[in-house]
């Protein structure tokens, strides 16, 4: 089963947030992890607070006792607020705090909505336009698993060593279609159809697609 | 530029790689990082060695001081070996070591190449055949990346609060397509239309991708 560690001490998000998943996951909470550290919301766009979040946390855990329960796959951090075109999408960013000003404290619900509404008393209805807004960054927290890539090169073992290329077994193998050995074959040879050229091949594939993702 | 660490002190197999993949990567090796762990290959298969020697490193780049130069982006670690069929598959991961026996130290070229000869000296050409396999294990050394999912959705801000569930501006907003604010809704209709219910739709979707992974 996987594990999401909810980064939010927030009751209302955390039962909106399983409700909506449901099974086949498990849940914890940072309510799990009294000792995790506070992190600092002081990003300018939801990303940028939803990914600080979870990415905190996740290098906290990585970085505690390995194996230590209860250990989540991974983090997940919900940064939204609420954008009304009137204000030019405030409260936004600062939904939580409105009401406090640079406060950097959340304020009470009743306190932010008596703000917005006192604000937009003059506003008229087609101009009340206003949306909520949420993103969600995903961490994982264990290890980067390796990526394997694999060659493999047929031939023949000679009954002496021939050539002076190459190193380790060359003198002794004889690649498939040819009648010199790796280490008389020399370098340009060898390095097309080699064991180590096959594998490189998957790799450089494998990372030329990684470069060209936006 | 993409920069890669090869994981070996095998000058060799540093040059054969550098040559194969060439520009535009960049190249560190181990002569780079003096104080790295030596990784021991006890492993029984190439992909468990290369595995284990790019997982160590990139764990201990990542522990280091982060933003210390120089600071390579993949780990490369390269394990091969020649499989011979007349002896079921020797020297396959002992190949380096294959003369020393139980020791743990690579033996000269020279003297393993002698052992391969003298255990093949009565085996006909027919029954000579062999392989040489390369496994390549290839680690970010950077943090995980944060995946980010986003929902939004539609309405109007009220001229009064209405209704008790939900938590923060939900009694100020009426999303489109409706009259009652997300207060009054109720916990099943928001959870099916708000802009958290979308980002989590997203996420859901990937962590199903996920599992279903080979």
């Known amino acids: 089963m996987t594990t999401l560690l909810i980064a939010t001490r927030n009751a209302h998000?955390?039962?909106?947030?399983?409700?909506?998943?449901?099974?086949?996951?498990?849940?914890?909470?940072?309510?799990?992890?009294?000792?995790?550290?506070?992190?600092?919301?002081?990003?300018?766009?939801?990303?940028?607070?939803?990914?600080?979040?979870?990415?905190?946390?996740?290098?906290?855990?990585?970085?505690?006792n390995a194996g230590r329960a209860p250990a989540p796959d991974y983090v997940l951090a919900d940064d939204s607020g609420l954008e009304v075109d009137a204000l030019n999408g405030a409260p936004g960013v600062y939904s939580a705090r409105f009401a406090g000003g640079e406060r950097d404290e959340n304020s009470p619900d009743a306190e932010n909505n008596a703000k917005l509404l006192r604000l937009l008393q003059d506003v008229p209805p087609e101009r009340r336009t206003a949306r909520f807004r949420c993103v969600i960054a995903l961490v994982p927290v264990g290890e980067h698993p390796a990526r394997i890539f694999d060659g493999a090169c047929e031939g023949r073992i000679q009954w002496a060593a021939s050539g002076h290329g190459g190193f380790g077994y060359d003198p002794l193998f004889v690649p498939e279609g040819f009648v010199q050995s790796f280490a008389e074959l020399g370098e340009e040879v060898k390095n097309r159809l080699s064991h180590r050229a096959r594998a490189l091949a998957k790799l450089k594939a494998f990372l030329d697609g990684t470069r060209s993702e936006p």
């Open 13 to 64: 998000k955390v039962g909106e947030i399983q409700a909506i998943l449901g099974a086949p996951f498990g849940f914890l909470t940072l309510n799990d992890f009294p000792a995790a550290p506070k992190v600092v919301e002081d990003a300018n766009t939801f990303a940028g607070n939803a990914t600080k979040k979870a990415g905190e946390l996740a290098r906290w855990l990585r970085n505690r």
